[in-house]
């Protein structure tokens, strides 16, 4: 083990000192694209062995050489990637805000659908799952970004976020019978059962970003479900829903009522008759009841300038 580790020590430092030179020589000898990337392999091999600061460092000195607008959101790319492997979602929204002030520049449209999935991922990663889901699927059929997940993990992504987060036309619509998602689903287990059921069969295998936020996630999609089903009753007995779901009354009641107290669900719990019964908002008495306070607002604001004209 000890020879091992000596061996690896010595693999390092002459990697280190051949991109030291590499630099060198090309400061001495070629221009100055070559001291870029020379400056560029260097950092590259930072990030190869995981040294977060010294790959960070080196970026930054290989952007301080870097004049094309592509090749410094290139350079942004590789800190998301940094970003992403150590989980540093600051580093994260910092480098997406610097790749979009780039593209104010100027900038390809294969850089701009590759910066949607990573920052779709951030979003994901941080809970926000209907801006995700609206920029995977702006990305499916553009997608190229190859170096953080295969084509299959992004429509796995896609599939989670979008069920969360679209209403059923628009689920059906951009996704259930979306070709690109049609020709990769059957590949991927238990996602088609899944996305047709709305109630998995198992929950793993979802990677670390968003094994992270599963239980959140997890807790989101029973009240799409809930809501859904209560959207067809006015009332329903605690008990039907009880067997629907392949649970306890008291389990029921006692999630019910979490997510009726967090405002998620507009029902109330009749524990006597032992129903559930919607409340749901009348969108057009709110906003008829919106109209009508605008409107006296405006009125107010007519009658004070009146006052001003007549004096």
Partial sequence: MFHTCRFGRIIQGVARWSGNGRI???????????VREAHLAKALYFIKIGDKEKALEQLKVTESKTVAVGQKTDLVFYTLQLGFFYMDFDLISKSIDKAKSLFEEGGDWERKNRLKVYEGLYCMSTRNFKKAADLFLDSISTFTTYEIFPYDTFIFYTVLTSIISLDRVSLKQKVTDAPEILTIIGKIPYLSEFLNSFWPDRANKLGPLFASTL???????????YSQILESYKSVTIEAKAKAFGVT?????????????????????????????????????A????????????LNRIQKLSRVIDL
Avoid: W
Wanted: glycine content about 6%; hydrophobic content about 40%; proline content about 1%.
């Fill in 249 to 285: 009354v008291e389990f029921i009641d006692l999630e019910l009522s979490r997510f009726i107290a967090a405002g998620k669900l507009h029902c109330k719990i009749d524990k006597v008759a032992g129903v559930l019964e919607t409340n749901r908002p009348d969108a057009k008495n």
């Fill in 24 to 34: 060198a020589d090309a400061e001495l000898n070629l221009g100055e694209s070559e």
């Fill in 215 to 225: 239980r959140y996630y997890m807790r989101e999609i029973r009240t799409v479900v």
């Fill in 287 to 298: 906003l008829y009841q919106a109209t009508i306070k605008q409107g006296d607002f405006l």
